[in-house]
């Protein structure tokens, strides 16, 4: 039996995990909206807010976990303490990485490392209805734009990436322009609904192989509304919103399609803050129908950033006896 206390501090969430056995059994999150009125997070007040947050979302994750537990036993109960290593903001990534590791010396537990993306990934491990291995993973967030094929939990080989930036970054610097406020891809996503996403056409890279760009799709969209008269952004908002989305999701749903057709692989999921996005849901159920995939997306809680992920690959990790060393250290960016 393993039971595993994950923490996850790489951007502006503090989330703890309790997962026992495979089995999360508690997941707190709290979030910061100290940065929408800055339009990005802002590093050194996140860092600020990791520390203020770590112990109550610690110890919500526990008492949840272990409700008849006493608060100084609860601790004992577990096996070994995980956090996220990288990528991420440094000052984030330390708060969490400092307070595993002083966690670990103390209770004299195993201290188990985990890579963010490789987390993001193995999210679709967490339920029950899972995906049998092989199976392809898109992975979009606000960092990160990639294609993994997962051979086994601690088996993943990027195959295919972003060159340059992510589509979460495509949907956050496009609602900018729109006006719209922070966090902006959630709110295109919502405009979306209610617009004609063929009414306006914006560019597609055209990259080789598996890999991906974003830089010209936000290039496009500056240029074309730099061209407009005042009042046609709120005028025609919605279709906007349909439009970029649109093009963002035609983008990644035909590389995805290409990795399958090359791999042969038909369990395809999608991981990361963006697969939250509707549109990118819908899209992928209805390519997985036409094309005969078998496909798989995370509850949305399991989406954004969050310890359950960290939690259940450290549980894999733990299994393989796959344990860090005090001297262990966060990277701000890091190769798989």
Request: glycine share 8%; aromatic share 8%; hydrophobic share 40%.
């Amino acid at each position: 039996m393993a039971t595993i206390l994950a923490i996850e501090s790489s951007c502006d969430e503090t989330s703890a995990s309790v997962c026992v056995d495979g089995k999360i059994l508690s997941n707190f999150i709290a979030n910061q909206t100290v940065h929408q009125k800055y339009g990005g997070v802002v590093p050194e007040l996140a860092s600020r807010a990791h520390m203020q947050n770590i112990v109550p979302v610690i110890d919500a994750a526990l008492k949840e976990a272990f409700p008849e537990a006493l608060p100084q036993n609860s601790l004992q109960n577990v096996d070994a303490i995980a956090f996220t290593q990288a990528p991420g903001l440094i000052g984030s990534l330390l708060v969490g990485a400092q307070f595993a590791k002083s966690l670990a010396l103390s209770l004299n537990k195993p201290l188990v490392s985990v890579h963010h993306m490789q987390a993001h990934v193995l999210a679709n491990l967490i339920e029950e209805n899972r995906p049998a291995f092989p199976f392809l993973c898109l992975t979009v967030s606000g960092g990160h734009t990639q294609i993994v094929l997962a051979s086994g939990p601690l088996d993943l080989k990027v195959i295919g990436e972003t060159i340059d930036d992510a589509a979460g970054e495509a949907f956050d610097k496009s609602a900018k322009l729109l006006g719209l406020p922070y966090p902006g891809g959630p709110l295109i996503d919502k405009h979306a609904k209610n617009g004609n996403p063929l009414r306006f056409k914006f560019a597609e890279p055209q990259i080789p192989e598996l890999n991906f760009s974003f830089s010209g799709l936000k290039t496009s969209v500056l240029y074309f509304l730099q061209k407009q008269e005042p009042g046609f952004i709120e005028a025609n908002l919605d279709d906007l919103c349909a439009s970029i989305q649109h093009t963002i999701i035609n983008i990644l749903l035909k590389k995805i399609k290409k990795a399958a057709q090359q791999t042969g692989v038909k369990n395809v999921c999608i991981a990361g803050g963006v697969s939250a996005n509707s549109g990118l849901r819908n899209s992928l159920k209805e390519m997985g129908e036409k094309q005969g995939w078998k496909t798989y997306i995370p509850k949305f809680e399991y989406c954004t950033d969050n310890a359950a992920m960290i939690a259940i690959t450290a549980y894999y990790k733990f299994m393989e006896k796959e344990f860090s060393s005090l001297e262990v250290g966060p990277t701000a960016r890091s190769e798989w």
